[in-house]
């Protein structure tokens, strides 16, 4: 089997609103998480309850993302300054 090699470069990433959205999207995860616990006995009856714990670990892991974001941002500025200094 032969080695697959790109017949083009990839494109340039793209930078956004990372922060905002990884916050967004934690919030998401949490505010869906606190709307399922007042029915965690209807998810229990069915076998389901693996969705309110998916929305809890959704919202925890949401914060390590903002936390790396966060971190990685502030180490591309600080590259940026480095540079052009």
């Not at 089997?1 to 790109?6: F, G, V």
């Not at 990372?18 to 999207?25: F, M």
């Not at 693996?50 to 903002?66: E, N, Y």
Request: aromatic residues 16%; glycine residues 10%; neutral net charge.
């Amino acid at each position: 089997m032969e080695k697959w090699t790109p017949k083009h470069e990839a494109p340039e990433p793209l930078e956004g609103p990372v922060v905002a959205t990884i916050t967004g999207g934690t919030i998401l995860w949490f505010a869906l998480f606190l709307v399922q616990l007042p029915f965690y006995g209807w998810f229990d009856d069915r076998d389901a309850t693996w969705w309110v714990w998916t929305c809890l670990a959704g919202g925890g892991l949401g914060l390590i993302g903002i936390w790396y974001v966060r971190v990685r941002d502030a180490a591309i500025k600080r590259s940026k300054v480095t540079r052009s200094e």
